[in-house]
C-alpha cells in the first residue's frame, strides 16, 4: 500500500509544529547518525552469521607421505625373442 502523498505532507507540518524550524537540522543529523549505526548493526551481524555458516577446514594434520613405487623386478624375456631358448630352426 503506497503512502499517499498527502501523509507525508502532513507528518512534515506536525514536526514543524512540535520541533520547530530551528531544531529540524538536529533531529536530521540525530536520524541519519542512527541510520548509519543500524546500518554498520546490520552488517556486522550479517558477517557474524555468515562466518559462523562456513564449514571450518580441518586442523593441519600431517600428510602421509605418497606409497613408494614398486620396485622393479626381473621379468622374463618375452616369447619369440632371440635370446629366449636356443632351438634349431
Do not use: C, Y
Not at 2 to 26: K, M, S
Not at 43 to 54: C, F, H, I, K, R
Not at 69 to 83: D, I, L, V
Amino acid at each position: 500500500m503506497p503512502i499517499h502523498p498527502f501523509w507525508i505532507i502532513a507528518i512534515i507540518v506536525v514536526v514543524l509544529i512540535i520541533f520547530g524550524p530551528g531544531r529540524l537540522p538536529e533531529l536530521g543529523a540525530g536520524v541519519g547518525k542512527a541510520m548509519r549505526e543500524f546500518r554498520k548493526a546490520t552488517s556486522e551481524l550479517t558477517n557474524e552469521v555468515t562466518q559462523a555458516t562456513q564449514p571450518t577446514p580441518p586442523a593441519a594434520a600431517p600428510t602421509p607421505p605418497p606409497p613408494a613405487p614398486p620396485a622393479p623386478t626381473e621379468s622374463a624375456p618375452a616369447q619369440g625373442s632371440e635370446s629366449a631358448s636356443p632351438t634349431n630352426r
